[in-house]
């Protein structure tokens, strides 16, 4: 008896679970101390939507001073551009070269709650050199003219010897706390002479327990200047500094896209308005909750109980695909929302829609052909994972296919596929990794919700005694 009780309460648990995670996902969770409001988890309003949605920032770099780039060079430049895009998880802009008049054209939207967004200061972060040196010593001159500051210590490690950069934390003896730093994992191969782990480790084997720091540059800024105890000789190494966590993040994703072969200026800079129009995201929400009302009432009328299961199991798919976009979980980064992605979520409810369907004409068969509910419940859903796994996984090879065809050169999927795709150098098309992204999400959730969520719901139902009549699940009446 115990045991059944225990099965009438998976329904409620299970539905509250999705409920509070749908309403956590659209409407975040934020806590105030005074005036100060820190968001604790993400909501659909944090999502930072495409152009062709919100509109954005406009901007056009050239070659500084009278420098005269080469195509190649401008080429390289717009790859690494993509890559820094990318790396801020903007999926939707453009950038494009024009090597006759020598500029680079940039497009990319609003970052969410963008009263606080400094459009200029992205775009100066955006076109920044970026070039990543380790040196011997930290002596320097100023140049009379621009009174810029010159590194005059020999190189021992620069941007491409560096294999990945990440933030992380470390304990710092000094100050007895932990402290955000940039964390590098040098190359251990070389097309040129030494690998960056070769060439790191004699280095650190020369100056070990000397007072001569290594010190590391960012363009011409020096971040620190560490001295060394011990030779490291395991290719990794570590920048530290003052850091935020959000510095260090900025920091290990320009070393990540590669610096520009050329210091860039912005020659003009402009606001844009979305290209579908400002009332286009109102629209398109209408006409999702509409879309979503007409079938939530053809799944109820045509499988009843089960129906009205599915319903709530779309519900926690759409809410989840929202929170994988805005950042909810806090181990996945957040996306841009585009028409694209958009169009990924439409396809992947429409999938969920068709796992239910599957699984609800399995209950009508079984119970029509005579078995118990518990028994034709069982047997159903046990019929219908192998058909709704068939036509998802194909799905889900593709959304993967396309992240990292068209992703940043660094995510998982691109790594995973390098050797396919390699001869094409770096593509980093955003928007259809955007369609893929929200694509491959949907189906994930598919299987949690539509599967999973759904069949602990509709078993614990059919323990309550009101439920147990077989045409509440489409069965005929006998």
């Known amino acids: 008896m115990k045991k059944k009780k225990n099965q009438k309460a998976v329904f409620f648990i299970v539905f509250a679970l999705i409920i509070a995670f749908a309403y956590t996902a659209v409407f975040g969770l934020d806590t105030q101390y005074g005036d100060i409001v820190t968001t604790r988890i993400n909501g659909v309003d944090d999502i930072r939507l495409g152009i062709d949605i919100q509109g954005g920032v406009d901007v056009t770099f050239n070659p500084a001073g009278d420098y005269d780039a080469t195509e190649q060079q401008l080429d390289a430049a717009t790859a690494v551009i993509k890559n820094r895009l990318n790396s801020l998880n903007i999926n939707d802009y453009e950038v494009y070269s024009d090597d006759k008049s020598d500029r680079i054209i940039v497009r990319f939207p609003w970052q969410a709650g963008e009263t606080d967004f400094d459009p200029e200061n992205a775009v100066k972060e955006l076109g920044e050199t970026a070039e990543l040196t380790f040196r011997y010593g930290s002596d320097y001159e100023t140049d009379p003219e621009t009174n810029d500051v010159i590194p005059t210590g020999d190189i021992i490690l620069n941007g491409s010897d560096v294999k990945s950069a990440q933030p ?3 304990y710092n003896d000094t100050t007895g706390a932990y402290e955000y730093v940039v964390q590098l994992q040098l190359n251990d191969t070389s097309t040129d002479g030494e690998s ?4 790191f480790a004699s280095a650190t084997a020369e100056l070990a327990g000397s007072s001569t720091p290594i010190s590391i540059w960012m363009d011409n800024t020096m971040i620190s200047s560490p001295t060394v105890s011990t030779a490291i000789t395991d290719g990794q190494a570590v920048i530290s500094g003052d850091f935020t966590y959000e510095s260090a993040k900025s920091l290990a994703d320009k070393i990540n896209s590669g610096a520009l072969p050329f210091k860039m200026e912005t020659s003009s800079f402009k606001t844009m308005d979305p290209t579908m129009g400002r009332g286009s995201l109102d629209a398109m929400i209408l006409a999702g909750f509409i879309a979503f009302g007409f079938i939530a009432v053809y799944m109820i009328v045509l499988y009843r ?22 950042g909810w979980f806090g181990f996945m980064d957040s996306s841009t929302l585009t028409i694209p992605g958009i169009a990924g979520i439409i396809l992947a409810v429409g999938m969920g829609v068709d796992a239910n369907i599957i699984t609800g004409e399995r209950i009508k068969e079984e119970l029509n052909s005579g078995k118990s509910l518990d028994s034709a419940l069982k047997i159903a859903y046990k019929r219908a994972f192998s058909a709704i796994f068939d036509g998802n996984i194909t799905v889900v090879f593709v959304a993967i296919i396309l992240m990292g065809a068209f992703g940043v050169p660094s ?4 790594k995973l596929l390098h050797v396919f795709f390699m001869a094409f150098g770096a593509t980093t098309e955003g928007v259809i990794y955007s369609f893929g992204y929200t694509l491959l999400v949907g189906i994930i959730l598919n299987f949690i919700m539509g599967v999973f969520a759904s069949k602990l719901m509709v078993t614990s139902l059919a323990k309550f005694n009101c439920f147990k009549n077989k045409k509440l699940y489409g069965g005929a009446v006998k």
């Open 168 to 170: 992380g934390s470390q």
């Open 196 to 199: 960056g782990k070769d060439k």
């Open 305 to 326: 109980l089960p129906g009205f299961v599915a319903v709530i199991a779309l519900i926690g798919q759409v809410a989840g695909t929202l929170a994988a976009i805005s």
């Open 411 to 414: 995510s998982p999927f691109a």
